[in-house]
């Protein structure tokens, strides 16, 4: 398999970050200069630490990279839900994820596995260097190792559930390697890393949150917790034991939540959810960090197509778009639904800030920039420097609602957990007693549909259940059989696999056999 190797690291690279930190771009290298340093030579002094560490967050930004033609990574996640659709059926490779004829040789299939790997390769190498960092103080250098496991576990926790077994890769690599073309690892094994890393990060000294956008003890045990979930259901199936891990890692958040509500909350409103003001806060465990200075938000595909939305005019692909059917599914007074308040948007104001203008279709606001882009007679910055969700508290607390049905049926905690977020939805929720074991899981299940859509996570979601949310039934149908609206096209057994890039098969024949159902090398 061919590895993004780090051989060397630049000032460029290291500099272009968002998040803060002790290194000045100016004068963090004054040793050597930049082209001369290597791996060998460049993790001396605690400032490489840092600044390594920063490239490996750096990495993450992936998810935003281009995919062709009106088209971004992150659409790999969404295209294949069924929530979403395209008003502009511009890009092949976007077209056939979500007509779901995807094969090795799609763009964003290839893009996010080279991504992932190249965050594993700088997180290795991260693990394996700062140890060796003398003099550093322990704290901070515990900090930055338990920072870059997280990063290490989050990367090999989309690639195991995207792919099925992966390569396990813990070690810088070189074409010396012994295992530089490697074999695939069990999901078992895979998992195992995952956890090994995450249980090191909580014990890392990382404060509960951190407003620069740096891993924190939160983000990594809800994240832990999910993986808890993630392993009770497919394809490992481990049941109750996991479910319960699950339920009592969340709950440990919650708990903290509650004793410090203004330093872990749901936002009171949902426009909090996208404003700049509060990135990395409150209901924000964890975002992949942007500010123009080095990447804008990746988003704008969301944007409609050709509509005048933001002070660029007309413009916008509308390459994601929600479906019609998944926009109606909400229930009547979900303030989740309504224009401008919620998730979506049905209105908006000419060029940004003129004239009120019809839509004529609901569109994705989640993401939407208001200081960048302009709002109701206020001109737009310009400047999208919205940070993208990955773990919001409203799944912690959906995660435990889950995870402690499993074991013992709904109580009252679980219950609690889920009508906080039917509370800020301003819905009314049915009691304790009129739910079932049953009938529960299937309204947590909905609420994660409705309060987590387009964050790129229903993908996981439908994966791990075998379930797919039928919005015309508001039922929960099998995975294989399922009709995506998105495309009328049913889901089969083989997507619940990603195929293998073809190019990885072909460099690397240690890789074998294409995942089931896809076409070889």
């Given at each position: 398999?061919?590895?993004?190797?780090?051989?060397?690291?630049?000032?460029?690279?290291?500099?272009?970050?968002?998040l803060t930190g002790p290194i000045g771009c100016s004068d963090f290298l004054?040793?050597?200069?930049?082209?001369?340093?290597?791996?060998?030579?460049?993790?001396?002094?605690?400032?490489?630490?840092?600044?390594?560490?920063?490239?490996?967050?750096?990495?993450?930004?992936?998810?935003?990279?281009?995919?062709?033609?009106?088209?971004?990574?992150?659409?790999?996640?969404?295209?294949?839900?069924?929530?979403?659709?395209?008003?502009?059926?511009?890009?092949?490779?976007?077209?056939?994820?979500?007509?779901?004829?995807?094969?090795?040789?799609?763009?964003?299939?290839?893009?996010?596995?080279?991504?992932?790997?190249?965050?594993?390769?700088?997180?290795?190498?991260?693990?394996?260097?700062?140890?060796?960092?003398?003099?550093?103080?322990?704290?901070?250098?515990?900090?930055?190792?338990?920072?870059?496991?997280?990063?290490?576990?989050?990367?090999?926790?989309?690639?195991?559930?995207?792919?099925?077994?992966?390569?396990?890769?813990?070690?810088?690599?070189?074409?010396?390697?012994?295992?530089?073309?490697?074999?695939?690892?069990?999901?078992?094994?895979?998992?195992?890393?995952?956890?090994?890393?995450?249980?090191?990060?909580?014990?890392?000294?990382?404060?509960?949150?951190?407003?620069?956008?740096?891993?924190?003890?939160?983000?990594?045990?809800?994240?832990?917790?999910?993986?808890?979930?993630?392993?009770?259901?497919?394809?490992?199936?481990?049941?109750?034991?996991?479910?319960?891990?699950?339920?009592?890692?969340?709950?440990?958040?919650i708990t903290y939540a509650n004793a410090n509500p203004s330093v872990i909350?749901?936002?009171?409103?949902?426009?909090?959810?996208?404003?700049?003001?509060?990135?990395?806060?409150?209901?924000?465990?964890?975002?992949?960090?942007?500010?123009?200075?080095?990447?804008?938000?990746?988003?704008?595909?969301?944007?409609?197509?050709?509509?005048?939305?933001?002070?660029?005019?007309?413009?916008?692909?509308?390459?994601?778009?929600?479906?019609?059917?998944?926009?109606?599914?909400?229930?009547?007074?979900?303030?989740?639904?309504?224009?401008?308040?919620?998730?979506?948007?049905?209105?908006?104001?000419?060029?940004?800030?003129?004239?009120?203008?019809?839509?004529?279709?609901?569109?994705?606001?989640?993401?939407?920039?208001?200081?960048?882009?302009?709002?109701?007679?206020?001109?737009?910055?310009?400047?999208?420097?919205?940070?993208?969700?990955?773990?919001?508290?409203?799944?912690?607390?959906?995660?435990?609602?889950?995870?402690?049905?499993?074991?013992?049926?709904?109580?009252?905690?679980?219950?609690?957990?889920?009508?906080?977020?039917?509370?800020?939805?301003?819905?009314?929720?049915?009691?304790?007693?009129?739910?079932?074991?049953?009938?529960?899981?299937?309204?947590?299940?909905?609420?994660?549909?409705?309060?987590?859509?387009?964050?790129?996570?229903?993908?996981?979601?439908?994966?791990?259940?075998?379930?797919?949310?039928?919005?015309?039934?508001?039922?929960?149908?099998?995975?294989?059989?399922?009709?995506?609206?998105?495309?009328?096209?049913?889901?089969?057994?083989?997507?619940?696999?990603?195929?293998?890039?073809?190019?990885?098969?072909?460099?690397?024949?240690?890789?074998?056999?294409?995942?089931?159902?896809?076409?070889?090398?």
């Amino acid at each position: 398999m061919r590895h993004t190797l780090t051989k060397y690291i630049s000032q460029a690279v290291l500099c272009g970050l968002a998040l803060t930190g002790p290194i000045g771009c100016s004068d963090f290298l004054k040793e050597q200069a930049p082209s001369n340093l290597s791996p060998g030579t460049f993790y001396t002094i605690p400032d490489h630490a840092e600044a390594a560490l920063a490239a490996t967050y750096a990495g993450t930004r992936f998810m935003g990279g281009d995919a062709g033609i009106f088209s971004t990574n992150w659409q790999l996640l969404e295209a294949l839900t069924g929530t979403s659709t395209t008003e502009t059926a511009q890009n092949s490779d976007l077209n056939n994820l979500y007509g779901l004829v995807h094969d090795g040789n799609t763009a964003h299939v290839v893009n996010y596995w080279n991504g992932l790997y190249t965050l594993i390769a700088n997180a290795n190498l991260v693990i394996d260097r700062v140890p060796g960092i003398t003099p550093m103080d322990a704290a901070q250098k515990a900090k930055i190792l338990g920072e870059a496991r997280f990063l290490r576990a989050t990367a090999y926790f989309m690639a195991v559930r995207l792919w099925g077994d992966v390569p396990l890769i813990t070690t810088p690599q070189s074409a010396a390697s012994p295992d530089f073309l490697p074999a695939r690892a069990s999901q078992e094994d895979v998992y195992k890393l995952i956890v090994d890393d995450l249980t090191a990060a909580e014990g890392a000294g990382l404060a509960w949150m951190d407003v620069s956008g740096r891993a924190n003890m939160a983000a990594v045990k809800t994240q832990l917790s999910k993986v808890y979930l993630t392993m009770a259901g497919f394809p490992l199936s481990k049941g109750a034991t996991y479910y319960k891990l699950a339920a009592d890692k969340a709950l440990e958040v919650i708990t903290y939540a509650n004793a410090n509500p203004s330093v872990i909350n749901l936002f009171s409103t949902y426009e909090d959810i996208h404003r700049e003001s509060t990135k990395n806060r409150v209901e924000h465990l964890y975002m992949i960090q942007y500010n123009t200075a080095v990447a804008s938000n990746p988003m704008d595909n969301f944007y409609p197509n050709f509509k005048p939305v933001t002070y660029n005019g007309p413009g916008g692909t509308g390459s994601s778009v929600p479906t019609a059917s998944f926009y109606a599914s909400y229930e009547a007074g979900d303030l989740r639904a309504k224009d401008q308040a919620g998730y979506f948007y049905t209105t908006y104001y000419t060029n940004g800030n003129g004239a009120p203008f019809s839509l004529g279709a609901p569109y994705v606001f989640k993401h939407f920039n208001r200081t960048a882009n302009g709002t109701s007679g206020v001109a737009g910055t310009r400047q999208n420097n919205l940070n993208v969700p990955q773990i919001r508290f409203a799944e912690t607390l959906l995660i435990y609602a889950e995870a402690q049905n499993e074991v013992g049926g709904p109580n009252q905690a679980a219950y609690d957990a889920m009508k906080r977020i039917r509370d800020r939805a301003t819905l009314t929720t049915p009691a304790l007693g009129t739910f079932t074991q049953a009938t529960f899981r299937e309204a947590v299940w909905r609420e994660r549909w409705h309060e987590l859509c387009y964050e790129q996570l229903t993908w996981y979601d439908m994966i791990r259940l075998r379930k797919v949310y039928n919005e015309k039934t508001n039922g929960f149908d099998n995975f294989v059989g399922h009709v995506n609206l998105s495309s009328n096209r049913p889901l089969q057994e083989k997507h619940l696999l990603l195929p293998i890039p073809r190019q990885e098969l072909l460099n690397n024949p240690n890789l074998k056999t294409q995942n089931p159902g896809y076409p070889g090398a």
